[in-house]
């Protein structure tokens, strides 16, 4: 089984920025996919950014793009998401996801996996 723990979310301004952490266990990081997954209030969640297994693959959801920054540590077994200018449409919790197929991480709830998220809020 893998767990996965999200944290670093907080209250942060707009144009500020956070560094998301997602702690993965009970298995090697380097045998998953992982992607980062947003829900704001009565929306739908969707995937923010991912990192494929190999860790040579990423891909952003448009409202991120050049803001937001996916990146891993195989030796810490942990996932980043890295948010800079950060908007008021960026706030929501925030989940961290793993599968073994890329294209699985992608859709939005097709990992196997899920932490219970961390919330962020964007706000002055």
């Known amino acids: 089984q893998v767990q996965l723990v999200e944290s670093g979310g907080g209250l942060v301004q707009p144009g500020g920025s956070l560094r998301l952490s997602c702690a993965v266990s009970?298995?090697?990081?380097?045998?998953?996919?992982m992607g980062w997954f947003r829900q704001a209030p009565g929306k739908e969640r969707f995937v923010v950014a991912a990192i494929s297994r190999s860790g040579v693959s990423t891909t952003y959801g448009d409202s991120v793009k050049g803001r937001f920054t996916i990146s891993r540590d195989i030796a810490k077994n942990t996932v980043y998401l890295q948010m800079n200018s950060l908007k008021p449409e960026d706030t929501g919790v925030y989940y961290c996801a793993a599968d073994t197929n890329y294209n699985q991480v992608l859709q939005r709830y097709g990992a196997d996996y899920w932490g219970k998220g961390t919330l962020v809020t964007v706000s002055s």
């Open positions: 009970g298995r090697t990081l380097s045998n998953y996919a």
